[in-house]
């Protein structure tokens, strides 16, 4: 038998990390059609040029994930974080991306997602202590625009 060591290794060389990941994709890579990316990464700036918000993503396989949707705290509420999520969904529906799913926690308003056409597909209870992370996802439809309710 092989002699292979299994070893932890919280701060792994950079390139070690590459090889395991371009290990995966080139597995994937094998077995599907459609092998585009897009990153996704909108960016909210005040006047000053000083960034107030923004939306990260990536999309791949016809589905955009939102990885972070921050507004700072001044801003909250009054249509910046909508606006980003719809300009992201509207980009992606161009792209030809199908779908859009994102998580996100109980103290970080989950309903924001369902009043905009989101559903939840699974739940993590008890997760950073007592709380829920939640697991949303919605269909983009053609004509969506970035005005639309979702």
């Known amino acids: 038998m092989e002699e292979i ?5 919280a701060a792994p060389r950079e390139e070690d990390l590459r090889v395991v990941r371009r290990g995966l994709i080139s ?3 094998a077995r599907l059609t459609d092998n585009s ?15 107030v918000g923004g939306l ?8 955009l994930y939102v990885d972070v949707l921050w507004v700072s705290e001044a801003l909250r509420g009054r249509g910046y974080g909508r606006r980003l999520l719809l300009a992201a969904e509207a980009a992606a529906l161009e792209k030809g991306y199908h779908s859009v799913y994102l998580d996100t926690f ?10 905009l ?14 709380h829920t992370r ?17």
């Open 106 to 115: 109980d103290f970080q308003s989950p309903g924001f997602y369902q009043k």
């Open 117 to 130: 056409g989101y559903e939840v597909f699974g739940t993590l209870d008890n997760f950073a202590g007592n």
């Open 5 to 9: 060591e299994l070893t932890f290794e």
């Open 56 to 63: 990260l993503g990536n999309a791949y396989w016809g589905w």
């Open 37 to 51: 990316y897009d990153a996704f990464n909108l960016i909210l700036r005040d006047r000053e040029g000083t960034v």
């Open 27 to 29: 597995y994937n890579e």
């Open 134 to 150: 939640y697991f949303l996802r919605k269909t983009l439809k053609e004509g969506m625009n970035r005005n639309d309710e979702g």
